[in-house]
Nanobody, 124 residues
Framework: QVQLVESGGGLVQAGGSLRLSCAAS????????MGWFRQAPGKEREFVAA??????TTHLADSVKGRFTISRDNAKVLLQMNSLKPEDTAVYYC???????????????????WGQGTQVTVSS
C-alpha cells in the first residue's frame, strides 16, 4: 500500500501562484509514476499533470500547459501553479500508478492510489 498526502492548497487571487506538494509513504521502495487530478464542484474529476518514475518525462493537460509545471524529488511530487485562473478552483488530488506506466498513461488509466485532496480556490 502507498499513502499519499497533499499539502499547499489555499486561497489565492487570479494571476497568483501556489505550489502543491504530495508526499508518498508506505510501499515506496520503487518510485511510482505520480500526478495530479482536480475536481471542481459539479464536475467530473479531470487529469492535470503527471511525471514518470524517474522525473524525466512529464505530461500536462492542455488547459494548464504553460502555467503549471510538475516535478519530483524521490517520493515527493510538486505541482507549481502560476497565472492561476478562477476556473482552476477545485479540489486537487495526488495520484500514483505503477512505474512501468509512462506519465501519459495517467490521462487515460485510473491511478492505483489516491490522496485525500487539497482545496485550491482562485478568486477573481
Amino acid at each position: 500500500q502507498v499513502q499519499l498526502v497533499e499539502s499547499g492548497g489555499g486561497l489565492v487571487q487570479a494571476g497568483g501562484s501556489l505550489r502543491l506538494s504530495c508526499a508518498a509513504s508506505g510501499r515506496t521502495s520503487s518510485p511510482y509514476t505520480m500526478g495530479w487530478f482536480r475536481q471542481a464542484p459539479g464536475k467530473e474529476r479531470e487529469f492535470v499533470a503527471a511525471i514518470n518514475w524517474n522525473g524525466v518525462t512529464t505530461h500536462l493537460a492542455d488547459s494548464v500547459k504553460g502555467r503549471f509545471t510538475i516535478s519530483r524529488d524521490n517520493a515527493k511530487v510538486l505541482l507549481q501553479m502560476n497565472s492561476l485562473k478562477p476556473e482552476d478552483t477545485a479540489v486537487y488530488y495526488c495520484a500514483a500508478m505503477p512505474p512501468s506506466l509512462p506519465a501519459q498513461a495517467m490521462a487515460d488509466i485510473p491511478p492505483t492510489y489516491w490522496g485525500q485532496g487539497t482545496q485550491v480556490t482562485v478568486s477573481s
